[in-house]
């Protein structure tokens, strides 16, 4: 897949995605900052991602945490977007890293936090996500034009036809919801169609296979979290108290497993510029 993302770049095609048109592309800021600013009673610190996704990008979040690591190590494990757009290559192989990080995305108030466009790529390939109606917006990518007024009819169509093809393996990949990947490529690139709840839900809090790894690692039932809401929704106070006793129990083994794995993922990486 991912030499196959690097043939459609190597063709000098520009593939972006950018929140309802064309604008100047600013470029992506990586930091840490302290979860507060973004829901008053959160702890800690988050990641935070803010402005478009470029080529290189990748490398630059790896930089950046490799001489932050133990900012890394402790705070990575919540990812903050306020992002809009940009290259999706870039975009999905930050996805596939924030995956091997065990990285959760977390998009707590619309007004401040959003993943818009090729940021989905990203969102979808955390391990567990959390997010408010209205704050994760899609689209179909859109080729530069200085791309396409050159190209032949035939090259065009194939450059979009490689695109959705990776588009649709990705996501498959990740279990997203067909109906979600079918809107994405063919919602016009300057209109975005703004997920609801139900649409996060259908998408899932958690990918399927870190809910199993980690409940057998900690040693809980899978799908906790979710049998929790349905009680909850159901009023079935005693059993909803037992899991959420369940869950709270678990909630450090997680943790730590998610912290011995950015360890691992930080050394991997190699030493950053500490300077």
Known sequence: MQKRL???????????????GVHAQQELQISFAHAAEFERA?????????????????TRLQ?????????????????????????????????????????EAWLPDASRTRCVSACFFMFAGAVTRIAVAGSVGIHRPRFGATDLAGASAVAARRRYDAMSEAAWSYLDAL????FLTEKMLTMPWEETFWLSREDLDRLGGMQPWFDDFSAARCD????????????????????????LQ????????IADLRRQNRRRVLEQIGPGDTE
Not at 6 to 20: H, N, T, V
Not at 51 to 58: F, M, R, V
């Open 246 to 253: 369940e869950l709270q129990a678990a909630k450090p083994c």
């Open 175 to 178: 279990l997203v919801p067909r």
């Open 42 to 58: 959160a702890r800690g610190k988050v990641l935070w991602m803010k402005g478009e996704i470029a080529q290189g990008d990748l």
């Open 63 to 103: 930089s950046y945490l490799a001489g932050n690591g133990e900012a890394f190590v402790d705070h990575g494990g919540r990812v903050v977007f306020s992002v809009d757009g940009g290259d999706v290559e870039e975009a999905i192989l930050i996805g596939r890293f924030l995956r091997d990080a065990m990285a």
């Open 220 to 243: 809980v039932e899978p799908g906790l979290e979710r049998r929790l809401r349905t009680a909850l929704d159901a009023g079935f106070e005693s059993e909803s108290q037992a899991l």
């Open 6 to 20: 690097r043939q459609i770049s190597l063709s000098g095609a520009c593939l972006l995605f950018a929140a309802g």
